[in-house]
């Protein structure tokens, strides 16, 4: 990643390489925290999605093993 670095003289840009972030500083980790526990509604709505998708899995999983169980009973008739 690169960021504009601004030179005394006027109009002069120059790009130079950034600094790189990392996701593990405690920085970025105690920042999602305070984001997270400040917005309730938000963390909600993500837990929902999450119980969404999960229970989509096992509905598609389930209906899935239940039709190759059928064809399976039906091969051996």
């Known amino acids: 990643m690169f960021v504009f670095f601004h030179d005394v003289s ?3 840009l120059y ?3 950034a600094e790189p ?3 593990t500083d405690p920085l970025v980790v105690d920042g999602l925290v305070d984001f997270l526990a400040g917005n309730p509604v ?3 709505l993500l837990a929902a999605l ?3 998708v999960f229970f ?3 509905l598609v999983r389930r ?3 239940g039709l190759s169980e059928g064809y399976d009973e ?3 008739r």
Do not use: S
């Open 74 to 76: 039906a091969r051996r």
């Open 63 to 65: 209906t899935l093993l």
């Open 21 to 23: 972030t990392h996701m």
């Open 10 to 12: 006027p109009k002069l």
């Open 42 to 44: 938000f963390v909600g």
């Open 50 to 52: 999450l119980l969404f």
């Open 56 to 58: 989509g899995y096992l």
């Open 15 to 17: 790009l130079v390489p």
